[in-house]
């Protein structure tokens, strides 16, 4: 089986490969977000690994929460590619994919909202035992149990206001090659769906606060 995954919720841009258990992927830190990036690197990736489009099996794709525009991005080129060639496509939560990049059995999921928010979710080998949420840093909801593992730049931005944990690692991002490690099997069984279905989680519905709403949250003009 051969699989395309495209990952940009995040400044880490990444695609990545599954051939047949095998993963290859590449990424790139981009603070400013670039459209451009993608699908250039993308063929080459399936160039230097011997694939035409019309070889893969499905397309996986980043679905959030994350940047609204890394998420309509994603959908919108595993939308197009799919739909051009008639191929199942699956969405996968980028809380999911950080936790599993992670490679922590217990990982608590944070990436940071924006707003004065983050996203968080809790997953326990793999298993999800806190849904994805969006929220205030202050009022981020705790996983059950102990022994978790704080992942991702949430705790970067607000880590002083976020829960305490055993281990926090403030540099991960969620990544394609976690992508489509989660996809794969649910290829497998047969899960993937139509193109037109390929949709952002978003979690959050509003973009943007007013000014007395940044206040009210502790943000500056």
């Known amino acids: 089986m051969r699989l395309l995954a495209l990952e940009a919720a995040t400044h880490r841009l990444s695609v ?3 051939l047949d258990g095998r993963v290859v992927e590449r990424a790139a830190e981009l603070p400013n ?3 451009e990036w993608l699908l250039p690197n993308l ?3 399936l160039y230097e690994a011997g694939v035409t489009l019309k070889m893969l099996d499905g397309i996986a794709f980043g679905a959030g929460p994350g940047s609204f525009t890394g998420l309509r991005l994603a959908a919108g080129c595993a939308q197009g590619l ?4 008639d191929l199942p496509v699956l969405g996968i939560g980028t809380l999911a994919a950080l936790a599993l990049a992670s490679g922590e059995a217990k990982a608590y999921a ?3 909202a924006r707003m004065n928010e983050v996203y968080v979710a809790a997953y326990d080998n793999g298993v999800e035992v806190l849904s994805p949420v969006v929220c205030q ?3 981020a909801p705790l996983p059950p149990g102990k022994d978790w593992i704080g992942c991702g730049d949430g705790f970067a931005s607000y880590g002083a206001l976020l829960p305490g944990f055993v281990r926090v690692r403030a540099d991960l991002r969620p990544t ?3 992508v489509v490690r989660l996809a794969a099997p649910r290829f497998a069984r047969g899960e993937g769906v139509a193109a037109a279905e390929a949709v952002p989680l978003y979690v959050r519905d509003k973009v943007a606060l007013t000014t007395a709403e940044r ?3 502790g943000g500056t003009k």
């Open 82 to 85: 799919a739909y051009g060639l």
């Open 176 to 178: 394609a090659d976690a």
């Open 33 to 35: 977000g670039s459209s």
């Open 16 to 18: 990545a490969l599954w």
């Open 215 to 217: 206040l009210a949250r």
């Open 43 to 45: 063929n080459e990736l």
């Open 137 to 139: 840093p202050a009022q």
């Open 110 to 112: 944070c990436l940071d």
